[in-house]
């Protein structure tokens, strides 16, 4: 019995198939890496609220200040990679890798002082020099926040579809995007408009040392 072999036709439908099966399945695997990705910033919001829990128990309920750009202490109020750093210098975390998360393209600090001295913006995109994924509001008492006030963020564009808070109570959420609305401006942005409002729904309290990126 003759072996039949495929003709070259045959050959370029199935490759076809092949192509039209890949760009099919291409997007849900998208979905699935970032909802890997996602899952694994919670985890790292919720290690950071345990080591900033820890620094509170220790100075007698207040969170840290932070870090100078030259990774000295001062009193003045440093708010995000500066203020994370201070967790560092304190030894309440042993690495920069839990301040990246791994949807960006932020590359981590080898010590404390690159992290103090990293550039911020709200949405994250001086990718060279932010060595943090994260905006922190540095200098509250632990008395302060609550279950209603957020403490560190995703800044704006690290998921393509929302972004995650830790709070005040060390619970992470969730929070997507909008029609019309971003995010990050979900309930008086996480109740830390730094503000008092007259709107019983904002939880908002009047905070001196703003955070411009919050």
Aim: with cysteine; hydrophobic share 35%.
């Amino acid at each position: 019995m003759k072996k039949s072999n495929f003709t070259l036709i045959e050959l370029l439908v199935v490759i076809g198939i092949i192509a039209l099966l890949a760009a099919m399945l291409m997007p849900a695997l998208s979905k699935a890496q970032e909802a890997a990705r996602q899952a694994d910033c919670v985890n790292q919001l919720k290690q950071i609220g345990l080591a900033l829990k820890m620094y509170s128990n220790d100075m007698r309920g207040v969170y840290p200040n932070g870090l100078t750009s030259s990774g000295t202490l001062d009193e003045n109020v440093h708010h995000n990679s500066p203020g994370l750093a201070h967790l560092w210098f304190d030894n309440y975390v042993e690495t920069g890798k839990g301040f990246v998360c791994r949807s960006t393209k932020n590359t981590p600090a080898d010590k404390y002082s690159t992290l103090a001295a990293g550039a911020d913006t709200a949405n994250g995109g001086s990718v060279k020099t932010e060595r943090s994924s994260y905006l922190y509001y540095a200098g509250l008492a632990a008395d302060d926040v609550t279950a209603e006030n957020g403490l560190c963020r995703d800044k704006n564009t690290n998921h393509k579809n929302g972004g995650d808070v830790l709070f005040g109570d060390g619970h992470v959420e969730k929070f997507s995007v909008g029609k019309g609305s971003n995010w990050y401006d979900a309930n008086f942005k996480f109740n830390m408009k730094g503000e008092e409002s007259e709107d019983d729904n904002d939880k908002s309290f009047k905070i001196e040392d703003k955070n411009s990126l919050w």
